[in-house]
């Protein structure tokens, strides 16, 4: 029997552990200065511009052109944004907001003022929210239960004013679900007196079916009155799932989707060319731009972490369409 002796350093087991592991690590390409550059590039926001989005630009530009600062305008419009989860409505005003600010020469920050509806927020509440992030000095956390609304709605549209807003945007108008009949009244009411006072449009941002929240009749005396005053100021805009995966609009959306994943494969023969795969596409995503985008990244990442061919397949898509479904989109 041959006893063999190692004179060099001593290995523990656990250092024998990290080296296997870091072995592992690189072979997946874990912490890889090239991977992690293209995944932070193919993961990242990037705004398409589709035609729904530049009708809703306009919308929300020639909006704005109500509000003159010398001549206040008594009857302002606003509009009701509408869309399924995923439909890219709020992705769309946002951006809108940040290409106003810098396309336009004499564009300031404070012309668009934009604010999210906390979840089971009262009208109080929210106000005071609203004139806390516009930093007026005398509201503070702690509003007392004595404390009058109507000051707040005055307080909050005199600060508007000065600040010469132009486009007041309210995302998550769908969280008035949670409240009482009574309550969604009263925030309703709110908005409507905040764009009579301060003479700037509302934007309000919200899930498809929030028709319903004007279902206060049993909590406001004069419904009819609310809800066609607030049909009148607020008229609805719609964002529409793509239906047609034919479309050549949607080919194109495919198209530039495929292109910011920069992947070397550019031929004629890619998967938005085929027609099985968009609509297979459509049928899996309801035809909802977050969750098209979504869906063709996740498996763009997967071939970048595996090393892949730089092609996007019907069975990569499959792939990442379980793991998106697993965890939820």
């Known amino acids: 029997m041959t006893i063999s002796l190692y004179y060099g350093p001593m290995i523990s087991i656990q250092e024998t552990y990290k080296m296997e592991t870091l072995q592992i690590l690189n072979n997946r390409g874990h912490f890889n200065p090239a991977i992690r550059s293209r995944l932070k590039a193919l993961l990242m926001e990037k705004y398409i511009h589709t035609p729904q989005n530049a009708e809703l630009w306009c919308l929300l530009e020639d909006l704005m052109y109500q509000v003159s600062p010398t001549s206040p305008k008594p009857k302002v419009m606003g509009s009701l944004i509408i869309g399924d989860s995923h439909s890219g409505k709020t992705t769309a005003v946002r951006q809108f907001i940040k290409a106003y600010l810098a396309n336009v020469p004499e564009a300031r920050e404070k012309d668009v003022f934009y604010f999210e509806i906390p979840i089971r927020a009262h009208l109080k509440g929210m106000m005071s929210q609203m004139g806390r992030q516009l930093k007026i000095p005398d509201i503070s956390p702690n509003i007392k239960r004595g404390y009058p609304t109507y000051v707040l709605v005055e307080k909050v549209a005199a600060k508007l004013w000065k600040n010469q807003t132009k486009l007041v945007v309210i995302d998550e108008f769908q969280n008035l ?70 479309d050549p609009v949607f080919v194109s959306l495919l198209k530039v989707i495929y292109k910011n994943c920069a992947f070397s494969d550019t031929s004629s023969s890619s998967f938005y060319t085929n027609e099985k795969i968009r609509e297979w596409l459509m049928e899996v995503t309801g035809g909802l731009t977050g969750k098209i985008i979504h869906l063709i990244k996740w498996a763009a990442r997967h071939i970048i972490r595996h090393n892949l061919s730089e092609k996007i397949t019907k069975k990569v898509l499959i792939r990442a369409l379980k793991e998106i479904q697993a965890n939820g989109w």
């Open 177 to 246: 679900f949670y409240l009482s009949g009574e309550n969604r009244a009263e925030i309703l009411s709110g908005f409507n007196d905040l764009t009579n006072k301060s003479h700037i449009p509302i934007i309000l941002v919200g899930l498809e079916g929030v028709n319903e929240i004007l279902n206060v009749d049993n909590y406001y005396a004069d419904i009819s009155n609310l809800r066609s005053t607030f049909s009148s100021r607020f008229s609805e805009f719609h964002f529409i799932p793509w239906r047609d995966p034919h």
